[in-house]
Every structure is written in structure tokens, then in C-alpha cells.
């Protein structure tokens, strides 16, 4: 199942492009400027959550994590 899925670099360079239309239109067409909004809008959102999980993901990293140097097994414990 390959699907084409954007990074969160590929959705933020789509977000600057579309922030950089509304920067450089003098007069934007509103059905234009109505569909570039919604679509900067759910790229945000998109971005925000993946970002969320994210974070979620390091949080629950840190937490299994050993808190010191003697819970970690030596390369010497490993091999006996």
C-alpha cells in the first residue's frame, strides 16, 4: 500500500508558498484567496497534530528511559 504522504517539511513548504500568495496578490480573486485559506488552514492543522504526536512520542521515550547510568547494561552484561 503505498501511499503518498507528505512530510511535515513538504506541508510547511506548501504553507510558506500559499502565505507567500496571500504576501504577493494585490488583489486576490475571493474564490481564490477562499480556497488557498482552507487549504493553509488544514495544512496547519495537519502540521500541529503530526507535531503533537510527535512530542507525544518523545514524552513516552523519555519516561521509559533508564533514570541512571547503572540501569543500563554494560557491554559485559550484555554478553553473558
Do not use: G
Request: with cysteine; charged share 30%; aromatic share 4%.
Amino acid at each position: 500500500m503505498s501511499k503518498n504522504k507528505q512530510t511535515i517539511d513538504d506541508k510547511m513548504q506548501r504553507l510558506q508558498e500559499l502565505a507567500d500568495w496571500f504576501e504577493a496578490a494585490s488583489a486576490p480573486q475571493l474564490e481564490e484567496a477562499q480556497q488557498r485559506y482552507e487549504e493553509a488552514s488544514l495544512l496547519a492543522q495537519e502540521i500541529q497534530d503530526e507535531l503533537a504526536a510527535m512530542q507525544q512520542c518523545v514524552t513516552i521515550h523519555t519516561a521509559k528511559a533508564p533514570t541512571s547510568e547503572a540501569a543500563v547494561p554494560t557491554e559485559e552484561e550484555e554478553s553473558q
